[in-house]
């Protein structure tokens, strides 16, 4: 970036000092983007704690390291669902405190055929975080507003994790500094599909799809999906 859109100033001086592992799973469409949140994430982290693997498909035969993350006790996935325990509420009740969390980075199309696509990342006890907040990474559409970057995954899941606030703070200021600087810069607030659906703004035509459509449905009724 140039230097007067530097984000270095907002990093932290030292990097985190956690216990836990960030193991981030990133869509090969993910690398090309310039506005992704995972470089600002790793850029606040110590290299031993964050590990990211770019891949949509994964096996137990090719990518044995992976495999063994997914098979230890103390391994999560963030992934939301049915399935899914809060993840406040599974560090009370498990015999095995989370060493490694596992979190999937793309959009939520590419994230939702990673997970159910690679059978690994079914092993891992599957947690979601339980949280009203919405995203501030306001320069990138999202499903709906409570939809969470994968920074600001990462920041609640490991402050929690953690037990330190603070490490949420620490992470997000990166983020607020990069949306602050685009919006400066002509960048303009991307509201939410579900806010332009339900509010007649949504500038593409609806889909002929019926499983499309009936997402978008869902969506306009503020339906969880």
């Known amino acids: ?18 216990s836990t592992h960030l ?3 990133q869509h090969p469409a ?6 992704r949140t995972v470089p600002l994430l790793a850029a606040c982290l110590p290299p031993d704690k964050c590990t990211v693997k770019i891949g949509r498909r994964f096996s137990e035969e090719r990518d044995i390291e992976l495999s063994t ?7 999560l996935i963030l ?5 899914a325990t809060n993840l406040e509420e599974f560090i009370l009740d498990s015999p095995v405190y989370p060493s490694t969390i596992i979190l999937i980075d793309g959009t939520w199309s590419q994230a939702k055929d990673i997970f159910y696509k690679n059978s690994l990342f ?6 979601q975080l339980k949280t009203s907040i919405c995203s501030q990474y306001v320069i990138r559409m999202q499903p709906t507003s409570r939809c969470l970057s994968t920074l600001e995954c990462a920041a609640a899941a490991l402050s929690i994790l953690e037990k330190n606030n603070c490490i949420q703070e620490t992470l997000l200021r990166p983020l607020q500094a990069l949306c602050s600087f685009q919006l400066q810069h002509g960048a303009q607030i991307r509201l939410s599909k579900e806010y332009l659906l339900k509010n007649g703004l949504y500038p593409k035509p609806m889909p002929k799809n019926k499983r499309k459509l009936r997402k978008m449905e869902l ?5 969880k999906i």
């Open 23 to 25: 193991y981030i799973i």
């Open 69 to 75: 993350v997914c098979r230890d006790s103390g391994t």
């Open 122 to 127: 079914r092993l891992p006890k599957q947690v």
């Open 79 to 83: 992934y939301p669902g049915a399935e």
């Open 1 to 18: 970036l140039p230097l007067t859109m530097c984000l270095c100033p907002y990093l932290p001086v030292h990097p985190l000092q956690i």
């Open 219 to 223: 969506l306009m009724n503020s339906v």
């Open 30 to 35: 993910e690398e090309s983007k310039v506005l």
